[in-house]
């Protein structure tokens, strides 16, 4: 391959037909490369530019599968006596399972800069339900309430529901 002759414009080639100043060269005497191909309609708009900086149009996003939602709570605890917490959690567990529930974040929290409860919560989780009914099963169900009597109460000082909402499941 040849060097360009000019290196700072690597797109730039000279004629390759060899004329005096003053005498133009025919057209059809450029090699086929050089030559630009006409437009098939004389007054169509430019092609559209497909450089590095240029987008495809946007094209309709299809799914391709049903989108399934799911129910979750955002939950904020100041938990007192971390055994007993723990026996609430243990016993409460299954019945969330069963019912299709899980945690989907639990943290323990280390520091609260802002909030609207008296006393900063040191523990947050996020409570993953089906729908909202089933939701509303759980917390109605006779084994969790007498769970939640029995240790829960005793073991959190206070309780926020930051949010509900519904989300697309994720996979």
């Known amino acids: 391959m040849r060097r360009p ?3 700072g414009r690597p797109w730039y080639r000279p ?3 060899r004329t005096a100043p003053n005498i133009a ?3 059809d005497s450029a090699p086929a490369e050089f030559k630009t191909p006409p437009l098939a309609r004389p007054n169509a708009p430019p092609a559209p530019c497909r450089g590095v900086f240029s987008r495809a149009p946007p094209t309709p996003f299809r799914r391709t599968h049903p989108v399934t ?3 979750e709570i955002l939950v904020a605890l100041r938990v007192i006596d971390e055994h007993r ?3 609430y959690r243990d016993a409460m567990t299954p019945i ?3 019912m299709g529930g899980r945690f989907r974040y639990d943290f323990r929290v280390a520091e609260t800069l802002t909030g609207d409860t008296p006393e900063p919560p040191n523990r947050v989780f996020v409570l993953s339900f089906p729908d909202a009914a089933t939701k509303d099963r759980f917390f109605s169900d006779p084994a969790y309430k007498a769970a939640r009597t029995e240790h829960f109460e005793p073991s959190v000082g206070g309780a926020t529901v930051i949010a509900a909402f519904d989300i697309a499941d994720p996979l």
Do not use: I
Request: proline content about 17%; cysteine-free.
């Open 5 to 7: 002759s000019h290196p």
């Open 15 to 17: 004629s390759p037909v």
């Open 25 to 27: 060269a025919p057209h």
């Open 69 to 71: 939602t799911r129910h």
């Open 85 to 87: 917490y723990q026996r």
């Open 96 to 98: 969330l399972h069963a």
